[in-house]
Structures are given as C-alpha cells and as structure tokens.
C-alpha cells in the first residue's frame, strides 16, 4: 500500500488557465485487480496494454486505487511531478522477494488482451480467493504465476528421459552384476 501525506499547496493549473489550492491530505493507494477492474469500467478498453494513456486516464487510475473513498479528482489533479514519480514508482514495484529462473518465464502471446475478467478467471482456474483481488497486482501476478508453474511441472524433454534411463539400466545392471 502507498501511504502519503500530502502538503497543503497552491500551484497553478495550465489545463483550466486557475490556481488551485490543496488543503493537508492523507492518501492510501492500492494498485490492484480491484483498481484496474474500476478504470477498465470506466473506460470500457484494457488497462494493462503497452498503448499510451492520456494524462487524465493516467489521473483516473490513480483515483481508482483510492483505498480510502476519500480522494477526490481535484486533489488527484494537484499532485506534483515528484509525488506522481512515487506513485508510479509504487506501481512499478514488485512488492515480493519471488524470483523466477528463464525456465519457469511463461510465454504470454503478445496479441492476448489482459483484461480484469480474464484476471478473475485466471483466479478462478488456480484456486485464488476473490479476496486477492485488493492484493497489489504485481504481488498477483506473481501468485498466479507461482500457482501455474506448480501446477504444471516441467515435463521432461526426449533427451533427459534418455539420459534417465540410461543411468537406471547402468545401476540395475551393477546391482544384478549383469552385463544387459
């Protein structure tokens, strides 16, 4: 969770030609499936695609990972530069110590869509309570991931099953003193 306070200020706003003012404010942030499925339903199109957002989608999205139901789009729209690099650099956080080696990469296709519903079904199929949805999504992700590689286990290649059997008729024939 992003937890700030905010300081009062007044600074002016280029888009609306005013200044505007801003009182002390606390806000607490959640990037979740919870926050991308309340921008996803506004704007009715993916959030989690490479297309550039526009500075008020981008503005919307944070409104969306209000977990307090406090913040208002007028407060959103006072952030500095500074305090808009934290909360991105929030959301960019893996928020885990889980690693993965090249091996356990999933190869997702480049033209799949990923949307908020094809998250929840991915939940679903693995198992996840609904109650991981507030969880911060990049800690999702890694969740789900983990779910499908244990779920599905490395099959072993024609080459290692070989190597495998090999070594097994070596040392059954060592055991039995046979020569084949």
Not at 1 to 22: S, Y
Not at 41 to 64: G, N, Q, R, V
Not at 111 to 121: A, D, F, K, L
Not at 152 to 176: C, E, F, Q, T, V
Request: glycine residues 2%.
């Amino acid at each position: 969770m992003f937890k700030k306070t905010l300081p009062a200020t007044e600074r002016f706003d280029d888009m609306r030609n005013i200044f505007v003012k801003r009182e002390e404010t606390v806000i607490e942030l959640e990037h979740s499936l919870l926050s991308v499925s309340k921008w996803e339903e506004h704007y009715k199109k993916p959030f989690l695609t490479e297309a550039e957002k526009s500075d008020e989608e981008e503005l919307y999205y944070i409104l969306c990972m209000d977990t307090r139901g406090d913040l208002t789009f007028e407060t959103v729209r006072t952030l500095s530069i500074s305090e808009l690099r934290e909360i991105k650099a929030y959301i960019e956080d893996s928020h885990t110590a889980t690693t993965f080696t090249n091996r356990d990469r999933q190869s997702r296709g480049r033209n799949e869509i990923m949307t908020s519903e094809v998250i929840y079904y991915t939940m679903i199929a693995l198992e996840i309570p609904f109650e991981c949805e507030t969880w911060n999504l990049n800690r999702l992700f890694t969740l789900i991931r983990v779910c499908s590689i244990k779920n599905n286990p490395k099959k072993m290649g024609m080459k290692d099953i070989l190597k495998s059997n090999h070594s097994l008729n070596a040392a059954r024939r060592a055991a039995m003193g046979s020569r084949g």
